[in-house]
């Protein structure tokens, strides 16, 4: 099994470009969520989602949009890149009824703009 | 709003010895999981131990350990036989019901460095 795969591992964006952070995992976990990474700050919770077709906000939402149209996969988009996004992202995921299992990360994406 | 403290942000200890990483937590909930994550300089989130709140008895993971002290919201991690590649940053991590799933509080780490 691959697990959690995040692409791409390093991107540098310009101000006001958009991108989409890739996520995908192949255990069939219904549970997924976006976090973000930033120095002396923890893990953040940007948005997630319990199923195809249903998402919702986490803590730090403002900059980003997300859509789950298969189970599988879990796209973070940034439409409007700001200085303030750089950061590290992780995408994570999990079964429902097992939260004492906690969630499996992926292998994150740092991202620069610049 | 539940916070999760971790005092201590760097550490360091030699080869082969033991140390302690101190967590503390806020919360009112009674039911919650309580999780502690390596990060080496992979940047890969690794999982190393998980206590249930509800279990009294501490949890062990091989060389590491908790000490759960659910009336002080303390739970630390103890390494044993401490190795090179424990070398990382450690993350605490409290884990609550949150709008029909769960999500994670996490500390702002400490990075452990172990010594040759």
């Known amino acids: 099994n691959a697990g959690v795969t995040q692409t791409p591992k390093f991107q540098v964006l310009k101000t006001g470009q958009s991108m989409t952070l890739q996520c995908a995992q192949d255990?069939?976990?219904?549970?997924m969520s976006w976090y973000r990474q930033d120095p002396g700050m923890g893990l953040r919770l940007i948005h997630y989602?319990?199923?195809?077709?249903?998402?919702d906000q986490g803590e730090v939402p403002n900059g980003y949009n997300v859509s789950r149209s298969t189970t599988e996969d879990f796209p973070l988009r940034l439409l409007s890149a700001a200085p303030s996004q750089t950061s590290v992202y992780f995408c994570a995921s999990r079964r429902p009824g097992e939260p004492n299992y906690g969630y499996t990360f992926g292998s994150g994406t740092r991202l620069t703009v610049v | 709003a539940q916070t999760v403290t971790q005092s201590q942000p760097e550490m360091s200890v030699q080869e082969a010895e033991t140390v302690t990483l101190s967590c503390t937590y806020d919360t009112s909930e009674s039911n919650y999981y309580l999780f502690w994550y390596k990060q080496p300089p992979s940047r890969q989130m690794i999982l190393v131990i998980r206590?249930?709140?509800?279990?009294?008895q501490n949890a062990t993971e091989n060389r590491f350990s908790v000490n759960f002290q659910k009336a002080a919201k303390s739970f630390s991690l103890k390494i044993s036989d401490s190795q090179l590649g424990d070398t990382a940053m450690y993350f605490c991590?409290?884990?609550?019901?949150?709008?029909?799933?769960?999500?994670?509080?996490f500390g702002t780490g400490t990075r452990l460095k172990v010594l040759a």
């Open positions: 206590q249930e709140a509800y279990k009294q």
């Open positions: 991590a409290f884990m609550k019901h949150f709008s029909g799933t769960y999500k994670y509080i």
């Open positions: 989602s319990v199923g195809a077709g249903i998402t």
């Open positions: 255990m069939n976990h219904e549970y």
